[in-house]
Nanobody
Framework: QVQLVESGGGLVQAGGSLRLSCAAS????????MAWYRRAPGKQRELVAG???????HYADSVKGRFAISRDTYVNTVYLQMNSLKPEDTAVYYC???????????WGQGTQVTVSS
């Protein structure tokens, strides 16, 4: 059994920064791909950023240059550094991980990020 626990969300003013963390625990060999998604009120869930086991990253166009995803393999944790936050970044942010051997496509419970104007 595995678990993902997100932390670091909160309320911040526009232009501010937050750092989200997602720690994986449980029984698994390794983690392949990890990613952050978000769901804003009234909108569909969208990919924010992802990182492979080799360290390759990709970002949604809306966050490029402002957000940075990273991971620490030794503590099975993925981070999302969010800078220059905008009100439109307000959403519940979810961590996703593909565990090896299983399960793939496993989700955390989410953490709320609210950016005030």
């Amino acid at each position: 059994q595995v678990q993902l626990v997100e932390s670091g969300g909160g309320l911040v003013q526009a232009g501010g920064s937050l750092r989200l963390s997602c720690a994986a625990s449980g029984t698994f060999f390794s983690i392949n791909y990890m990613a952050w998604y978000r769901r804003a009120p009234g909108k569909q869930r969208e990919l924010v950023a992802g990182i492979t086991s080799a360290g390759s990253t990709h970002y949604a166009d809306s966050v490029k240059g402002r957000f940075a995803i990273s991971r620490d393999t030794y503590v099975n944790t993925v981070y999302l550094q969010m800078n220059s936050l905008k009100p439109e970044d307000t959403a519940v942010y979810y961590c996703k991980a593909d565990f090896i051997p299983a399960p793939s496509d496993f989700w955390g419970q989410g953490t709320q990020v609210t950016v005030s104007s």
